[in-house]
């Protein structure tokens, strides 16, 4: 790599671990929220206005996470073999030109349904190549000793923007319809891509001669399978956010049109949860749990809440209550996990094992959100959503059982010359 430039006298307000790298993924990651935070929202009603009914949301949400099941792990692979930088550009490439045509099919007609799920399929194509890359480029960015503070800043930066993003997303819409928030986010990915095309990447590790894609797959599946920390959370989670995503993009937009008055509150009560993860991140700013994974595991249980309050329903201020707990508990289990994650995986596998990590993480959530209509239609939204609610207590207990989730402790990390580490002093 070559030599880092030398600091600015702006940069040098900024802590000494906030290198280039680490800044412009922060910068990024905001933007990004900001527009895809409202058009999550914005999608769901698209939908509703072009005459689908809740089994249509689930469809289009259902394709959008179905493409991260089949590809998540090409990316992953792909993204320790290729320069991360340039992985995360062509990803959010995709994602605007998809986001882009979706905007003007709602501005200029009546979308339908098969268009809608094609351009959110493609949408999460982009999100399949990206994740993988993006997490392993953050946690290369940060020495181990500032790992938490770091990842810490980064989500409450990020999930901030989000508070922002989807109560704007949800005022929009009301006002003007939901093509146009579309429209921002399309607009967000751009500059997105544009602030993560200056990333600096020294050269990609060096492989033995004839090791390919396969041989790279096989190495992350080790790293992942030999780790039963690792593969019973992701286990859990597969579960876990398979339910919080079908309340979160069925059920809730559904509720808020039938009870609590339309997107707006919704949009709200998701910013809520924002405020929450903010909180969380600051707390995790000074607090350093020593049984990392204890404590998060424990952060889990509180996600059972916003199903709940959706199957009561509780009224529009003490539903935002209970998504800011579940926000802020959520936090400290991200922040937790992202450092167990710094602390225990080599840096040259970090994007297959964050690969492993995120498809076993979502590889029931396309079933999930197509499902959820049909449930509803079965034995109702409030039993469907009650139902959810028991789905992420069960795992979340049954995971405390292993050994290592209630005892893998805090290790200082000794100082070492990386490329990854020299970056930091570059602004």
């Known amino acids: 790599m070559s030599s880092p430039p030398t600091a600015s006298p702006a940069s040098r307000r900024l802590p000494s671990w906030a290198g280039r790298n680490y800044t412009l993924l922060t910068g990024a990651a905001v933007v990004t929220n900001l527009g895809s935070h409202g058009a999550l929202i914005a999608s769901a009603f698209a939908v509703m206005e072009a005459g689908g009914s809740g089994g249509d949301v689930g469809l289009v949400a259902a394709a959008r996470t179905l493409p991260l099941v089949l590809f998540l792990l090409v990316g992953g692979a792909l993204a320790d073999r290729l320069p991360r930088h340039r992985v995360m550009v062509a990803a959010n490439a995709l994602n605007c030109v998809s986001q882009a045509v979706f905007a003007v099919l709602v501005l200029t007609g009546e979308p339908r349904l098969w268009q809608m799920m094609l351009l959110t399929a493609l949408c999460g194509t982009g999100t399949a190549f990206f994740n993988p890359a993006a997490e392993g480029m953050l946690l290369s960015s940060v020495s181990g000793e500032h790992s938490n503070r770091a990842f810490a800043l980064f989500r409450m930066a990020m999930n901030g923007a989000g508070i922002g993003g989807a109560a704007l997303g949800g005022a929009l819409i009301a006002a003007i319809g939901?093509?146009?928030?579309?429209?921002?986010d399309a607009a967000a990915f751009a500059v997105a891509g544009a602030l993560r095309a200056f990333l600096d990447v020294g050269p990609t590790t060096e492989r033995a001669p004839?090791?390919?894609l396969l041989s790279d797959l096989r190495e992350g599946w080790v790293e992942f399978r030999t780790r039963p920390w690792l593969w019973s959370i992701v286990l859990q989670f597969s579960v876990v956010v398979a339910v919080v995503?079908?309340?979160e993009a069925v059920y809730g937009p559904l509720v808020a049109r039938d009870r609590l008055g339309g997107p707006a509150p919704w949009g709200m009560a998701l910013a809520f949860f924002g405020?929450?993860?903010?909180?969380?991140?600051?707390l995790m700013m000074l607090w350093k749990p020593r049984r990392l994974l204890l404590v998060g595991t424990l952060c889990?249980?509180?996600?059972?809440?916003p199903s709940a309050g959706l199957a009561v329903p509780l009224p529009t201020w003490w539903l935002c209550a209970v998504m800011f707990v579940s926000g802020a508990a959520i936090e400290v289990f991200g922040v937790n996990w992202m450092t167990t994650m710094h602390q225990?995986?080599?840096?040259?596998?970090?994007?297959?094992?964050s690969a492993y990590d995120w498809f076993g993480s979502v590889s029931m959530l396309p079933l999930a959100t197509a499902l959820a209509g049909p449930a509803e239609n079965v034995f109702g939204r409030t039993p469907a959503l009650w139902g959810c609610a028991a789905?992420?207590?069960?795992?979340?207990a049954l995971v405390l059982l292993v050994p290592q989730v209630r005892h893998i402790t805090r290790r200082p990390v000794p100082e070492k010359s990386t490329a990854a580490d020299s970056s930091l002093a570059g602004v």
Do not use: D, M, Q, Y
């Open 178 to 184: 939901p093509g146009w928030v579309l429209a921002v």
């Open 344 to 353: 225990e995986i080599p840096e040259e596998k970090f994007s297959r094992v």
């Open 210 to 212: 004839g090791g390919g």
């Open 300 to 305: 889990v249980f509180p996600l059972a809440l």
């Open 275 to 282: 405020v929450g993860t903010i909180a969380g991140a600051v």
């Open 391 to 396: 789905l992420v207590i069960v795992p979340t």
């Open 245 to 247: 995503g079908a309340a």
